[in-house]
């Protein structure tokens, strides 16, 4: 099967990248940039891809960020400065940025007449983002067959595990996850006390290994 991965160049994207080279797929990543203030994570993406041989593709959208007002992570809105708590991490839903991702994805593996797109969506984000729901996946999925006579399929391979499983089949792949980006603020190192620092750490814990990542707070 050849597929194109949607990879920010966080944790949950480079396992799934490792998971799909191990079994024997094609791959070509995909990095958006959506006006994000950790774009830093567009780099880690092109980083790791160079690393392992794999093509990869960034797209600049950063004149959209205005349309996805609201967000911590697109807007002067701060970042929430605690663990994954539904009402504070809601502030850090970009409005549509599944469907946004995966349909530019989508036209690629469309033009490349590849089987499908690949997104890293994981059990812990369903509360939290709409568009990481095995419903949402199951809807992109009907709709990327419908939208051109290539029909794609989506590939939503970590929508029912956790992070800690994520982090154990990273362990597993040996994916260097010193190398990934996941904090919201986008400084030079994890800032160590947002939403997403907190969820990492957490799964290093939770997954009994070793966490390489610097942060900049001791706390979490």
């Not at 094609?26 to 990095?31: A, E, F, K, N, P």
């Not at 807007?75 to 599944?98: C, I």
């Amino acid at each position: 099967m050849n597929v194109v991965l949607l990879h920010s160049g966080g944790l949950d994207s480079t396992v799934l990248l490792y998971h799909l080279r191990r079994q024997g797929h094609g791959v070509r990543s995909l990095s958006v940039d959506y006006g994000q203030r950790h774009a830093r994570e567009l780099a880690a993406a092109q980083s790791i891809c160079d690393a392992t041989g794999v093509e990869h593709r960034a797209v600049d959208l950063g004149s959209i960020a205005p349309l996805l007002a609201g967000s911590a992570l697109t807007d002067a809105v701060p970042v929430p400065q605690a663990a994954y708590d539904l009402e504070t991490m809601k502030t850090t839903v970009v409005p549509n940025r599944n469907m946004i991702l995966i349909s530019i994805a989508t036209a690629w593996a469309v033009s490349l007449k590849y089987d499908a797109v690949a997104y890293a969506a994981h059990g812990g984000d369903h509360e939290i983002y709409p568009d990481c729901r095995p419903e949402f996946a199951a809807a992109m999925d009907r709709a990327m067959q419908l939208c051109d006579w290539h029909a794609v399929r989506l590939d939503p391979a970590f929508v029912g595990n956790s992070k800690a499983d994520l982090v154990r089949l990273g362990d597993e792949l040996g994916v260097p996850f010193e190398q990934t980006w996941s904090c919201y603020l986008g400084g030079e190192a994890h800032c160590g006390a947002c939403g997403t620092c907190v969820e990492r750490r957490a799964a290093f814990r939770a997954a009994g290994v070793v966490d390489p990542t610097t942060y900049v707070s001791s706390e979490g």
